[in-house]
Nanobody, 126 residues
Framework: QVQLVESGGGLVQAGGSLRLSCAASGRTFSRYAMGWFRQAPGKEREFVATISWSGGSTYYADSVKGRFTISKDNAKNTVNLQMNSLKPEDTAVYYC???????????????????WGQGTQVTVSS
């Protein structure tokens, strides 16, 4: 069984930075693309960023492009999300997700993932 555990959330002022991490266990992490999604109160879960199985390809939501960076450390079985220039509208619970199939490029759609972490709260104050 795959387990994903997020960490690094917290409260930060607008313009600040946070780094989220997701530790994976339970299968060969290096073979799978990973993604980050977020869900704000009263809203649907939305795509944030994804990274290919090798780490060589990334894709971002327009709302975070240029501010967030996703990275994957296959040696440490972790995927990270560096968040800079944070805005109040970035406030949400952030979830990491592991792709359903190996050797993929990642997907902006939740249906492309079959394992999810429990989420970590990010709150950006104005």
């Amino acid at each position: 069984q795959v387990q994903l555990v997020e960490s690094g959330g917290g409260l930060v002022q607008a313009g600040g930075s946070l780094r989220l991490s997701c530790a994976a266990s339970g299968r060969t992490f290096s073979r799978y693309a990973m993604g980050w999604f977020r869900q704000a109160p009263g809203k649907e879960r939305e795509f944030v960023a994804t990274i290919s199985w090798s780490g060589g390809s990334t894709y971002y939501a327009d709302s975070v492009k240029g501010r967030f960076t996703i990275s994957k450390d296959n040696a440490k079985n972790t995927v990270n999300l560096q968040m800079n220039s944070l805005k109040p509208e970035d406030t949400a619970v952030y979830y990491c997700a592991a792709a359903s199939r190996p050797y993929g490029s990642g997907s902006p759609h939740p249906g492309g993932y079959n394992y999810w972490g429990q989420g970590t709260q990010v709150t950006v104050s104005s």
